[in-house]
């Protein structure tokens, strides 16, 4: 496995992970979900994007609190994988006495109706904060009432003999307070006399030192006699075998730093570009955007990983269309002088291209005129009814380079069947600091084998 594949495994590995800790930190989700509504008299408290849950487990969260008809109404987002039966019901519920409110859902019966996306669960009474308050002061006043009553006699007594305790504690510590104080004392007369003892014996403290001296240098001469000797110490230190492979390891570390040096001129070859692409659907009358990451080690090979037609379920209400976002795009491509042929994942399916610019150098940082085609194996969800689901969308497309950074262009989607065209614009932006990081690691990778 060569040097670059390795690079490009790593590379794209790292760009996975990033493209995921993006999408959750966006509240991304590559799960399908739907929404219920709940009502409630009361939401005091419940902050907006809170948590909704099933026995503590996370389903869900709120997607909006409005008032309606006197009543606070209540969209959830909820996991399409639970599933909610028809005499479900759902309380706001608060995680410790002054912890963040959630709504907490009991799914129901099996058997029943499952509740579908859009429809009302019923709400269950949920003693609130403020209930349970009242109710301790309450119990507080009932104990308060025994005490007074002299049902608690026994509570006085005890609290009576903790104070006398704790006064008999305080008693012995202020008799003690001289022994304390002698202590201290003691104390400072040591490092009194310790002192006292260092000034008298300053000359006995010198000569222990010259003595050290002294040692330092018959160990010098020992070690000289263990070079010039003959002894078995003097054998196994200027044994000339040993130094033979000694040389022959210097020689190795040279050929790896060689080597390494090789890799190094590789890595600085690495070009990362941030790509986006604003796409207009003219057939369904809506924006797409994709966004990705092109790597190229070399002039002749690319690495892309990217999202195509990013979203957020919760804002699609048409089940086509959110069975249609955040799809995944890894691709692998080869380059020649004009001409590239890729291949990978394509919108969460496979897929096939090759791109072509008359002009400039396929490679280069700009190309005036490019020109490609794409057979993608069904990139979407078709509908159930649609007669051409089987078939593969066929993609032609052509864009303009105005500057290095913008490109314009349009494509034509299912050539085959609907003909569908989307008009586009791209921004690609080489990020040199993120290959100089990517560089790092690749060294730090190949130095470790």
């Known amino acids: 496995m060569s040097n670059e594949l390795k690079l490009g495994i790593f590379v794209t590995i790292g760009l996975i992970a990033v493209l995921l800790t993006i999408m959750l930190l966006g509240n991304y989700s590559l799960t399908s979900k739907y929404i219920v509504n709940t009502y409630f008299d009361n939401t005091a408290g419940l902050p907006k994007k809170a948590k909704v849950k099933i026995s503590g487990v996370d389903i869900g ?22 599933k909610l039966y028809s005499d479900a019901t759902a309380k706001i519920v608060s995680m410790g006495i002054i912890g963040t409110k959630y709504v907490e859902i009991n799914p129901g019966t099996p058997g029943n109706k499952i509740i579908d996306h859009g429809q ?21 006043d009932e104990v308060l009432g025994n005490a007074s009553n002299s049902l608690n006699k026994d509570f006085f007594q005890n609290l009576y003999d903790t104070v006398e305790n704790l006064k008999k504690v305080s008693k012995t510590i202020a ?43 018959k160990i010098d001469e020992i070690v000289t006699k263990i070079n010039e000797g003959d002894g078995t110490i003097a054998k196994l230190i ?51 955007n994709d966004f990705g990451i092109r ?40 380059r020649s002088e004009n001409l590239e042929a890729y291949g990978g994942v394509m919108r969460s399916k496979g897929g096939v291209g090759v791109g072509w610019s008359p002009f400039d150098k396929i490679y280069g940082p700009m190309r005036k005129l490019y020109i490609n085609a794409e057979a993608i194996f069904r990139t979407e969800t078709a509908k ?25 262009g349009v494509q034509v989607e299912d050539t085959l069947t609907k003909t569908n065209v989307m ?14 990081i990517f560089g790092v690691a690749g060294i730090a990778a190949a130095s470790s084998k």
């Open 384 to 408: 159930k009814d649609d007669p051409d689901k089987d078939k593969p969308n066929v993609v032609l497309g052509a864009r303009l380079g105005i500057f290095k950074w913008l490109y314009v």
């Open 175 to 217: 008799d003690k307070e001289k022994q304390i104080g002698q202590v201290i004392d003691n104390f400072k007369n040591f490092s009194s006399d310790l002192y006292s003892v260092t000034q008298q014996n300053k000359q006995d403290i010198r000569d222990i030192v010259l003595e050290l001296k002294k040692v330092s240098g």
């Open 295 to 334: 790597f190229r080690p070399n002039n002749h090979k690319f690495y892309y990983i990217g999202i195509n037609n990013i979203g957020n379920y919760t804002n699609e209400d048409d089940e086509f269309e959110r069975n249609n976002l955040n799809k995944i795009d890894a691709l692998i491509g080869f």
């Open 61 to 82: 969260n709120i997607k909006d609190i409005v008032l309606e008809e006197g009543k606070a109404k209540v969209v959830l987002v909820i996991d399409r994988k639970v």
């Open 120 to 140: 009302t669960i019923n709400t269950a009474k949920g003693a609130s904060l403020e209930e349970l308050i009242e109710n301790a002061v309450k119990k507080v």
């Open 423 to 436: 008009p586009y614009i791209k921004l690609k932006v080489t990020d040199e600091d993120l290959a100089s």
């Open 238 to 288: 200027n044994d000339e075998e040993m130094a033979e492979k000694l040389k022959d390891t210097v020689g190795d570390i040279k050929v790896t730093v060689e080597q390494l040096q090789e890799f190094v001129s590789r890595t600085k070859k690495l070009e990362i570009d941030w790509e986006y692409m604003g796409r207009f659907d003219t057939r369904n009358e809506k924006y797409r």
